[in-house]
């Protein structure tokens, strides 16, 4: 293991202890987080000095209530001071900081707390998790740091004891100032690129999928704390696991390595003897420490041996187990300093040149894993973050059956919180930084300000993005989630700073992850590429030769109707048609304003739609048929084309009509099903081009003994069997089984029809998998759907504990499929959906006389009442009967 080595760095002896060691001591370390009660103003609107401003004394009059963490514009929401940026044109009424000016957008932020002052040997800290973008500092009439420090990706912490109110009654002032430039949002991506001169959000100028954030996200964005300690500060602690050789999931493991380290600083003037206390598992290691006055060291503990680790692994591929570390220093009276927590997973990461697709493989505990994952903007473009959405949206990715998430460059560094969820749904990630060909220069653009050249130099402040380069690294690399560092989204950055970064800065914080130049590195894919992102034939997918391991390929994505109503207005709930003379497709203002790409003719495939809810139904089927193709169609040349796909994109950030599993308000919709359906660790499916049956097993494990049935149904109930066979499934492979050749079409030539296919297993009769394709007519249409006759379903719903629900759907029918049915789960009182909602399936089709089951788990609350609906394509909207409670 390579760790930091200042100049001072000491090494002392390991004194390894098995049994807890009894100190006599009350844990000192105290953290906790300034998240309420802060007040702010536009800072013109005072036009006072900070020192008098953080006064206690000095008045509030006409300040407001601040959201922090947050940003301007969350203030300005929060206090109904502008509309709904999300909604219909509102944003449009909104001052954009490129007209209005920085001071337009410049806050005084401020918050009173208690805090008693310390006494003898006691530090307080003041600690800045991320603020947008320059900001001053002030308590109780001083300045803390002494010029404005800056950067949206900085963490900054503050020695705040000298300047405490001997009463104990504080007051804490911020002022925060905008990136500058800010760009002009101009239209293009990222508008006239100036927004990267700084280091900062690049999408806040405008992309081809958001309209511009007017305030660029000046706020203190991410938490803030105080923090107590004695004169020696941990911060920084870092876990390396080894996991040699080639490890499964299941049974004993042979023994794991783990290396710790962690960052000291002595804050005081005198030297200071201690004992450094690391703790795993109820074991205690320490090592002898002797810090000179205000220097930092890193202590290196040596290698231990973790016998029989529980091992964490990707998503499908066996479970997330973690660990907790405990940190601590104490000095020679047996008092802690400080104390710091790490909670980790054991596994080994590594990438592997395949040959055969000329592109990387990622493998996790010695085995490859072929990557299915989706590409992410950020939880919401206000970045008003919080744990429960990052566990909403981690959780939905898992739920999708994908394995990683990369972090796309135009925006931010994820937080912790998000990493957690990770973590814990086993969803390995690849971290962009903070460059984008769009802003940074990879084209010429008639939109940019700068040419290409100068462009490729940004941002301004080189050393400054090497700093945030270190730090931000320093904050994630304990998580076991994080598998891939990446230099820039389709670009890299300047040269002055890769290298560095490359070269020095990676290998001596964290040598452990591969790192990319760049998206579209030829060492991740050979002459790799992204897209393409608009809609395709589902036929496209598994007969096109994309590139092997393509890191931006997407299609369309809409909510339905229900999504649609809430950001749309009334008046504007009109779907697109096309001009029967020009043969141009009309598009209403808000639809184009909130991004809207086209469907085109696919969905008038399925009829021409009635009106918007028509419209927004018909799109969900469009919806799971493009992304189950998308994933089945990589899947189905897994090791031979490809080693990874990642989709672009699984969600907005903002109300955005285009790519998206699930609206930003947390609603999935079709893309989400259809995706999770083509992503099923053990799959069955059909090739429209080779008119054949595939099977994939993303498991370690041969599966044999499966019988594979594959039969038609047209629309007035007549079944053909056209495979009923026993097949077995390799592990890690995708085998093809079956050739149905031109029969399945001829039969379906007329009006279309089902193809249904299951595995089951084989001595059980368990049902393991099932897909059911909708099968067009010769000329592409799909007549017989939109004749299909109503289905018989018995639907009722089971209380089976608090926040969990089951509904059970009975097809009653001997013939007629009850088809693309969804389930929501909605408030009694507001007839509106209960959001968010965990569906283990959705948009589900009933074969006739079987049934099915949909289990529902939410956050009860007093003030909801829940019910389950049901509607599908033919089935109407209704409430579901409760059958019993538990």
Known sequence: MVTEKPDSIYRKRIVFLSVLLCFSYSLFAQQYELNSGWKC???????????????????????????????????????????DPFYGMNNKTIPDIYDAGRDYYTYWFVKDFKETAPVTDDKVWLLFRGVNYSYEVYLNGHKVNGVADSGMYLRHRYDITPYFARDGRNRLAVIVFPPDPVGNPNGGQGGDGTIARSITDQYTAGWDWIQPIHDRNTGIWDKVYIKRTKQVYIENTHVVTEVPGIRNP?????????????????????????????????????VKVKLSPHTSQVIEFPPTILDNPKLWWPNGYGPQNLYTLKVKFFTNNK???????????????????????????IHVNGQRIFIKGGNRILSDAMLRF????????????????????????????????????????GLLVMQDFWVSGDCNGRWDDPMKLEDTLTRRNYPDNHKLFLESLADQV??????????????????????????????????????????????????????????PYTIQPDSFFWSHRSFPFNSEVGSVGIGDYESLERFIPK?????????????KWIVDSVWRYHKYIGYDSAIEAYGHPANAKDFAMKAQLVNY???????????AHMWDWYTGVIIWKTQNPWTAMLGEMYDVYLDPNACLYGLAEGSKPLHIMYDPVKKSLIAVNNTFTSVDKLKLSAKAYDFNGNEITFVDTLITAPASERTTLVYLKNALDAWAQKAGGFLYLTLSDAATNRLLDENLYWLPDSSGDYPGLQKMAKANVIATQTVIEKGVIEVTLKNTDDKQFAFFVRVSLIN????????????????????????????MEYTPLESVYPEATIEGWNIDYRTVDQLNKK
């Open 41 to 83: 103003i536009r800072a013109s609107s005072v036009n006072k000095k900070g020192e008098l401003v953080s006064q206690p004394s000095f008045p509030l009059d006409g300040w407001m209530p601040a959201v922090v963490p947050g940003t301007v514009l969350t203030s300005l929401l929060y206090n109904k001071l502008i509309p």
């Open 250 to 286: 299941d049974g004993m493991q042979q023994p794991a390595i783990i290396k710790v380290s962690t960052e000291e600083e002595n804050y005081s003037d005198k030297i200071i003897e201690g004992v450094l206390q690391c703790e795993l598992k109820g074991k205690i290691h320490l």
């Open 335 to 361: 008092q802690i300093s400080d104390a710091e927590q790490v909670t980790f997973g054991v596994r080994e990461l590594k990438a592997v040149w395949n040959m055969k697709t000329k592109s990387r493989e």
């Open 386 to 425: 919080s744990k429960e959405r990052y566990e909403a949206e981690l959780r939905f990715h898992r739920d999708m059956n994908l394995n990683l998430i990369r972090v796309w460059g135009g925006g931010i560094t994820e937080r912790p919180e998000f990493y957690d969820a990770c973590d814990k749904y």
């Open 474 to 531: 320093k904050m994630l690399r304990n998580h076991p989630s994080l598998a891939i560092w990446c230099g820039g989204n389709e670009i890299r950055p300047p040269a002055d700073i890769l290298g560095p970064f490359r070269d020095s800065i990676l290998p001596r914080l964290d040598g452990t992850r591969f790192f990319f130049e760049y998206s579209n590195d030829d060492s991740l894919s050979y002459q790799s590429g992204d897209g």
């Open 571 to 583: 008046e504007n709930l009109i779907p697109p048609y096309c001009d029967k003379i020009t043969r």
């Open 625 to 635: 048929n493009q992304y189950r193709a998308l994933i089945e169609g990589f899947s």
């Open 828 to 855: 009694r009182k507001t007839g509106k959906r209960i959001l968010p909602v965990f569906y283990n399936n959705n948009y589900i089709s009933v074969p006739p006389g079987q049934q099915r089951m949909v289990r």
